[in-house]
């Protein structure tokens, strides 16, 4: 059965007048559920509020557009909430069962991605959320007289507490409504901004790689995960790598667009297509992916299904061609030694980020 891995724009879950929830849902992009990875998008306009809830996966959330989101998290192991600030750039881990919710403080939208891993999910590729309020809430689910109970309340008591939030995932909080302040000295420890971090490559006129894992961000160990940041300048390419690991690669374009190529089983190209802002792009472990950018450029964000990745390059001095002996490679290549000399040469030259004047 050949692997589809055509990249998806997000569907619609919900909209209403605080922002919207956006998904990719395993029906139309079936790789996500054979993989076991899933992604979200969300949108909260100014003084959006999302209800509090927890999922059945553990995700990151990558803040690409706004500078006052507010997330407050209980996690498992602490039964205290915490209060962050976000903005964009940010990485913020959000660990399996953890509840949260989140706010936008600002003048503009917050566009939050999340994407994160499935295999404990109830619908493998995809997040389900447990809403404890609104129309969707646990709390109004259950019988009056149990949650009489377990409260100590009247039947009235009980029906305003259950039936007083009408509203559904998302809501819009009224100008002068007050909400937690984000704990600044928590935020450090919690929230790391990728887009600030010193990028492991880095090359002018060809761009910026940038890797974050747990020994960078102690805190992102939690949810099994590690996170790549491509930004490309306009026809710029970065060029073919593969995960060592046994694990799997989940892009997000971000911004501009370009282009992908995946080579996958028995060199068998699987993926050469042009992608744009909203794409998100599955890649299978050990296949081996190459972006190039537009003429606008292209900013990607991955998430990895490990929190010790290693990468191997196919180009570039830091290759494994590199360290192949000379003669395996004219061997392998079928070449002279001529010609093998200058393939190294032309190897030691460059980086595996390629400037579009090479």
Sequence with gaps: MELDLTPKTAQTLFEGDGGGYYIWSSSEMPLLAKTKVGAGRLVLQPRGFALPHYADSSKVGYVIQGTDGVVGMVPSNTKKEVVLKL?????????????????????????????????????????????????????????TELTSKIYQMNKDEVNKLTKSQTGVVIIQLEKGQPMPKPQMDLTKELVYNIDALHPKIEIQNGGLVTTLAETEFPFIGDVGLSVIRVKLEPNAIKAPSHLVNPAIQLIYISRGGGKIEIVGLNGKSVLDTQVKAGHLIVVPQFFVVAEIAGEEGMESCSILTTTKPLIE???????????????????????????????????METTNLIPPTI
Excluded: C, M
Excluded at 329 to 344: C, R
């Design 313 to 347: 390059e196919l180009a570039g001095k830091a290759s494994v061609w590199g360290a192949l002996s000379p003669t395996v490679q004219q061997v392998a290549l079928n070449v002279d030694s001529e010609f093998q000399k200058l393939f190294i040469s032309n190897i």
């Design 87 to 143: 903005k964009q750039g940010d990485i913020i881990p959000v660990p399996i069962g953890t509840v949260s919710w989140w706010f936008n403080d600002g003048d503009s939208d917050l566009v939050i991605v999340f994407l994160g891993d499935t295999s404990k999910a109830h619908v493998p590729g995809e997040f389900t959320y447990f809403f404890l309020t609104g129309v969707q809430g646990l709390i109004g689910a259950f019988s």
